[in-house]
Every structure is written in structure tokens, then in C-alpha cells.
């Protein structure tokens, strides 16, 4: 069965520290593609990052960054000098390919962030 | 614009009072889904459609019901609504190409919904 996991419920930080968001997930599909989610208090999701399981380079974007380890079932988000507007719930998400369970989307519980100043 | 919208944002309701929140893309998309969100539970999805006449359920279709007779249109149905029900909806659309494997959904703004 597909499931994401994150254990880290909520999270707080003072501005400028650097955070990491872990996310753990389950699959039996070979072909994959991993999501990060930003929902800041106003509600909307916003799309962060998307990667396939064929591609474990990792990612930096800025000041995120994103750590894919398939060997761990790991993709961990890695918010650096973190700022108040930073302050959000984060989700991870698993989702299928166009090949199979393409609309099949699973999303972690969430993590909230809140980054103080 | 590029958008999809949702319609009402807010509604407070009754158990038992059918009612329906609408869902609309104005991008062409093929795929749409529902979600619902609740604390500690992330988002589920509900039911998801590949096409005009085209559903299935997801992960929490209990108490649901959808239709899509437009491809732009994409309707959530609570025929019979509980307290239970209670949650933040969010409406999504996607599309499929040969040279694009992924699902890159377009989220709604949400609709926060309580059944009293």
C-alpha cells in the first residue's frame, strides 16, 4: 500500500535557523514521483518541488533544498536561515506515474512550521 | 487566468441538508479530483475523474458523490451531510501528455465546510 509519513507534527524555530522536514513514504511501485506542498496560514497549497524516482540528485532551490534517498524511502526538505514567512504547514505527497496510478495521490499528515523572530 | 475555482469558500450547513460545492478549470484539464483535509490526517482524496463520465473513488468516498458531464466541471455531492463531514475541501485539475509522466495538479483556493 502507498503512504507518506511525517512524524514531525509541529516544529518550532527562531528566524535564521535552519530546519529539516522529514518525509517518509511506502510504495510497491517502481516509477514514482515525490511532492512538496506549502500551505501558509491564508490556506492555499502551493507546489514546491516534484521528483521521480529514477532522479536521487539532490535539489536546492534558493534556500530550500530537498534530500531524495530511495535507499531510506527519504525525501527531506531542508529550509535554510529560516524566515517568518517561511511559517506554513508542509506536506509531502506520492504519486503515480502516466503509466500507472497516475491519479492515485497520497499525502503525508503534515508538518507545521512555525519560525519565530 | 489559469484557475480553478471552488465555490462556496465558506459554508455552514445542517446535518441532512444536501448540498453541493462546485469545482471549475478553465485550463482544458482532463483529471480532476477532490480532497479533503483534516488535522493530523493530511489530505485524502475522495474521488477523482479522468474525463467527462468518468470517475472513481479514492481514498474516502463514503458519503460522497460526484458527476462530471463537463469536462470543465467537476461537482462535489453531499447528499445527506454529518457533523463528520466537517473538513477543508480542495478541488484539483490535471492533465497527461506523452512528454510529461507526472501529475502536476492545480489546486483550488478550498472550501471550508461545517455540518452542524
Known amino acids: 500500500a502507498q503512504k507518506v509519513t511525517q512524524a514531525q507534527t509541529e516544529i518550532s524555530v527562531v528566524e535564521k535557523e535552519d530546519v529539516t522536514l522529514d518525509c517518509v513514504y511506502e510504495t510497491r511501485d517502481t516509477t514514482y514521483y515525490l511532492f512538496w506542498y506549502k500551505q501558509p496560514p491564508s490556506g492555499e497549497l502551493v507546489f514546491l518541488i516534484r521528483?521521480?524516482?529514477?532522479?536521487?540528485q539532490n535539489e536546492i532551490s534558493g534556500r530550500y533544498s530537498w534530500n531524495f534517498q530511495k535507499s531510506t524511502s527519504s525525501f527531506n526538505f531542508t529550509i535554510t536561515a529560516s524566515q517568518v514567512v517561511d511559517s506554513a504547514v508542509y506536506f509531502c505527497a506520492l504519486s503515480g506515474t502516466l503509466l500507472y496510478n497516475f491519479n492515485k495521490f497520497y499525502f503525508g499528515s503534515g508538518t507545521k512550521l512555525n519560525v519565530k523572530p | 487566468e489559469a484557475q480553478v475555482t471552488q465555490n462556496p469558500r465558506y459554508l455552514i450547513t445542517v446535518t441532512g441538508k444536501k448540498l453541493t460545492v462546485t469545482c471549475s478549470q478553465n485550463?482544458?484539464?482532463?483529471?480532476m479530483s477532490w480532497y479533503r483535509q483534516d488535522p493530523g490526517l493530511g489530505l485524502r482524496q475522495i474521488y477523482y475523474?479522468?474525463?467527462?463520465?468518468?470517475?472513481d473513488k479514492g481514498d474516502v468516498p463514503e458519503g460522497y458523490k460526484v458527476s462530471r458531464k463537463e469536462k470543465r466541471n467537476f461537482p462535489l455531492i453531499l447528499e445527506s451531510p454529518s457533523p463528520n463531514q466537517t473538513s477543508l475541501y480542495f478541488c484539483?485539475?490535471?492533465?497527461?501528455?506523452?512528454?510529461?509522466?507526472?501529475?502536476?495538479?492545480?489546486f483550488g483556493p478550498g472550501t471550508r465546510l461545517t455540518v452542524l
Open positions: 521528483r521521480n524516482s529514477f532522479d536521487e
Open positions: 484539483a485539475s490535471s492533465f497527461a501528455t506523452s512528454g510529461k509522466f507526472y501529475n502536476e495538479q492545480f
Open positions: 475523474s479522468m474525463n467527462v463520465e468518468v470517475t
Open positions: 485550463m482544458n484539464h482532463e483529471y
